[in-house]
């Protein structure tokens, strides 16, 4: 694709990551709040987060298989109206005060968040192979309007309109309305041509690589660590006596933390190699830990999520360049498929658990909890790099995605 075209597909891509986000940041501020509202039982409380990521865990291979099928572009617009249908759902539910209503929502937009998460990988299959991080980088950044406008938007919309939250959940329509817009504007190349060129490895030969696994160990601690936090947060600070306008000034930081640094972990990735990357995302969550058990104000708060939103980004896009190197294009559906389906297995989990262990043992067993995950990728990340000090060169660019 030539220069003109390529930045036009980001552009397009990174706003679509960016309405993607706005959504999911809206729902992680408002979904744990509404279902202690409404849930029959505390524990229960982030029951609707843990749909959310209990539908992208059971659409992401159906997803993958979907665009293979049909195109990137009728995938990510399909997801785009499965997101509008959630958002009516889960508005429904707080006007009717059904909680079940909640979750089926939740876990029509964790459909929408599924075919989300290709525009990473829609964005690597039309750039150059020098620039594959870049592109993923950059289309990443565009996280940046959700961390901005979402917690500010909950905050907003959280009393607008009775009962609490009711407008929160209907702005989610507007959002996928107007990415379910963008997306058409994008004229990808086919996928399902590539499929039937070669008929590739079989998917159990391409996932049990070593360079595979960690990619995937990776892009998961990452997510699994910092779902398991960030679904509790604001819990946990409404139990520490904190207002909600706190709560949300520390998720648009935090998110901010994910996304902000996109517009150069691309260039790190290519200067410094991908596994040194990987190396500093989880010594950042080391070091959110160290923070979250020293306090619990609103300064721990601040440094211990953004730290947290840090380690994600350089974990989640280290995962993902580091993944491209290890499929060819036609087994592209199973491999990337396949690791955002342990991605979201892992946060499914986590999320459920999150409001459980917030209301049995509190913000530092939540932290506690996250650090054996920690240091066995630690582990797995030096290992590699002890087995494979050539593999940053194949990284910085030359990806197989």
Known sequence: MEASGLKRH??????????????????????????????????????????????????????????????????????????????????????????????????LSGFHNAFGQQYRFAAADVAPE?????????????????GVLGPELSKITRDLIPPLFAASYGSLTLFTLLAWWVLGRLELPPL?????????????????????????????????VMNLLMSATP?????????????????EWHVLGMFVPSFFTGSLIHRFGVLRVLLAGVLLLFGCGAIALAGQTLAYFW???????IGWNFLYIGGTTLLTTTYRPEEKAHAQGFHDLVIFGVQTMTALSSGMIATTSGWDGLNRDALPAIAVTTLAILWLMIRRPSLDAAAMGRGAG
């Open 192 to 224: 399902h041509k590539e499929r039937f060129a070669t008929p590739g490895r079989p998917a159990w030969r391409i996932v049990t690589q070593p360079v595979y696994l960690v990619a995937v160990l990776a892009s998961t601690t990452g997510y699994g």
């Open 303 to 309: 440094w211990a999520l953004l730290l947290l939103g």
């Open 10 to 107: 980001i552009i397009i891509l990174a706003l679509a990551q960016g309405l993607l986000t706005l959504n999911n940041v809206t729902l992680i501020a408002i979904n744990g709040l509404a279902g202690l509202l409404l849930a029959p039982n505390a524990t229960w409380a982030t029951l609707p987060v843990a749909a959310f990521v209990a539908g992208a865990a059971l659409a992401t291979l159906p997803a993958s298989f979907y665009m293979l099928r049909h195109g990137r572009q009728k995938g990510f617009r399909l997801g785009a109206l499965l997101g509008l249908l959630g958002g009516l759902l889960a508005m429904l539910g707080v006007m009717e005060q059904i909680f079940a209503l909640i979750c089926l929502g939740s876990l």
């Open 130 to 146: 020098a620039w594959k991080s870049r592109a993923i980088s950059w289309t990443l950044a565009g996280g940046i309007l959700g």
């Open 235 to 251: 819990l946990v600070m409404q139990a520490c006596s904190l207002p909600f306008g706190d709560a949300a000034f520390v998720l």
